[in-house]
């Protein structure tokens, strides 16, 4: 069989889109081999009157206390206090709400268009005036935009009692939507904080690893309510609403590739399942109530909707990823991934001219980070099952360097604070992003390190051995920064450490079993001191319910929407 007839089944590409392929890679044999010896001494088969003995026992006590601090630390998120839904529902100052509601407009609502910014404000407006006759509904609007806006902001840092506020926030927003059906949830409002709480789980890390579920439901209810219908095939309506609406689909859409690329599940949607047309490339100032005629600017012309149309163009090619990757009985040849990784690749790379072109207009770094972040991953996981094969076939030296090219972008965007604070605090879509960067740059350093090695010639690409370790140093830092940020999965950071561990020892040409092992209890106790540090900040919900009542809330809810989905060693036994 040739490079190009080459295929995997959909089983084989689930594994390579989870990134759980470390047991099938020969390269992590060695970090395998200290966990398992590590769990050998809590079973008494390893001893521990040797130097690597000691260093196992102690690997295994201090992942045990990590875990132990970890589920400490999640007794005080409100998912466990549900049975008793009382949830600080008050705003910050109105200075800090205008500033983070600003930022969330200057940011996220690029891509993920669900707010029609002068309606927004004009509410926001009437909330202030008067807060005591705002709906729940507004109400949760008004505090999750806030919210998401505050995580591009340092305020959170400086004052850690406002970020559980804000996780506050969105339990209740999650409860609020779970409760009973009632007509104020399924409609255009409901669809709008539905939309924000999915995007707030994953900005903020709670539950972000279950946003695939939830995407099914909030299809289901978009549906419900006619969303994947366009408009003009409906009782007349103002144009607002209308461009409202497919505005509100094309979101959805692009929730539900994320989740289903980052879930390895089917995305439940294809293009046979709707009508609704793009929404018009036209700036929110444009539209009002009273509008009766809304020209669409030229593709050429930047409007505030320009981003989510360019993903909205995308999406048929990542369907046909999806699908590829996902299928229950798909066949995933090589001819069809050249053909849709040219295709991607080619149409957004003309995009990415196009969004560079406007940097004299409101185009920012975040957003082309934020573009670029949703775009290029597709090409991972489409090219991960050749990428490692490449070094026994050179046929597949392609899908090995767009992975390595992908992974390297993803972890080197386009310096801003606000998307930096972004992927230290993200979960789903953003932190399944890291897991494929960490996969994919990691074998590839262990791999040129130990080519050189048995060449033994020091020289040879030496360069871009220096570039692959100072990128597993700068996943290290943030890494250990998201722990110190709120994430209690420890292995994120003590797996790059004994990469690196891993790769000193080939390039000093000793065994690398007790420099893997220092490695790791040097990691893990980095590790509990900030986990010590996190654990004192965390406060348990307090009361106060101002427009919602716990009739509103459902008392019965309680699912804990920060599963600890285990990074990167699922498959391996590192759990």
């Not at 940011?107 to 407006?125: K, L, V």
Request: charged fraction near 20%; proline fraction near 5%.
């Amino acid at each position: 069989m040739t490079g190009q007839e080459r295929s995997f089944s959909a089983s084989t590409v689930a594994a390579s889109n989870h990134i759980y392929l470390l047991r099938k890679w020969n390269q992590f044999a060695p970090l395998i081999s200290c966990y398992v010896a590590a769990a050998d001494t809590a079973k008494g088969t390893m001893p521990q009157d040797t130097e690597k003995g000691a260093l196992y026992a102690q690997i295994w006590t201090l992942l045990q206390k990590c875990k132990n601090m970890a589920r400490s630390i999640k007794l005080g998120r409100p998912s466990r206090w549900l049975s008793y839904p009382n949830f600080d529902l008050a705003p910050p100052t109105r200075e800090v709400a205008d500033a983070m509601a600003t930022l969330y407009f200057q940011s996220f609502e690029s891509t993920h268009r669900i707010i029609h910014a002068p309606t927004f404000w004009s509410d926001y407006q009437k909330y202030w005036d008067r807060p005591e006759s705002a709906t729940a509904s507004l109400r949760l609007k008004i505090l999750l935009v806030i919210g998401i806006g505050s995580s591009l902001s340092d305020y959170a840092e400086r004052d850690a009692g406002f970020r559980n506020t804000v996780h506050q926030w969105v339990y209740a927003a999650q409860t609020w939507l779970t409760g009973p059906l009632e007509k104020d949830r399924l409609d255009i409002s409901g669809i709008q904080i539905y939309c924000l709480t999915v995007l707030a789980r994953q900005v903020f890390s709670i539950g972000g690893d279950l946003v695939w579920v939830s995407s099914g439901s909030l299809m289901n209810m978009a549906m419900q309510i006619g969303l994947h219908r366009d408009p003009k095939h409906l009782p007349r309506m103002p144009i607002l609403q209308a461009e409202l609406r497919r505005r509100l689909w094309a979101t959805i859409l692009e929730i539900v590739v994320q989740s289903s690329l980052d879930s390895a599940m089917p995305p439940r949607i294809s293009l046979d399942d709707f009508d609704t047309e793009a929404p018009a490339n036209a700036n929110d100032d444009e539209l009002d109530e009273t509008t009766t005629t809304l020209q669409s600017h030229p593709k050429s012309t930047y409007t505030s909707t320009s981003l989510q149309l360019i993903l909205l163009d995308l999406l048929p090619i990542r369907l046909r990823i999806l699908q590829l990757l996902n299928g229950l009985h798909s066949e995933l040849s090589y001819l069809d991934t050249l053909a849709l990784s040219s295709e991607l690749t080619d149409k957004y790379r003309s995009y990415s001219s196009f969004i560079r072109d406007k940097e004299k207009s409101s185009v920012t770094p975040f957003h082309r980070n934020l573009l670029d972040h949703l775009v290029r991953r597709f090409l991972i996981p489409l090219h991960c099952p050749f990428a490692g094969e490449a070094r026994t076939n050179p046929l597949f030296y392609y899908s090995l360097k767009v992975t390595l090219d992908s992974a390297m972008a993803l972890i080197s965007p386009e310096q801003d604070e606000g998307f930096s604070r972004l992927m230290s605090t993200g979960g789903g879509m953003f932190r399944e992003a890291f897991r494929y960067a960490i996969s994919v740059i990691t074998r590839e350093l262990i791999s040129q390190v130990e080519v050189q090695h048995k060449e033994g010639v020091r020289h040879r690409n030496s360069h871009d051995i220096e570039n692959l370790k100072k990128a597993v140093e700068g996943m290290k830092s943030l890494s250990e920064e998201r722990i110190r940020q709120g994430e209690t999965n420890v292995k994120g950071p003590m797996f790059l450490s004994m990469i690196m561990a891993q790769v000193e020892a080939t390039e000093e040409g000793i065994p690398c079993d007790l420099k893997i092992a220092q490695s790791a209890k040097d990691s893990l106790e980095l590790c509990v001191s900030l986990l010590e540090e996190r654990a004192g900040t965390v406060s348990s919900p307090c009361p106060s319910n101002i427009g919602l009542t716990p009739n509103s809330l459902d008392p019965g809810y309680g699912m804990d929407l920060d599963f600890d989905f285990e990074l990167l060693m699922t498959d391996s036994g590192f759990t």
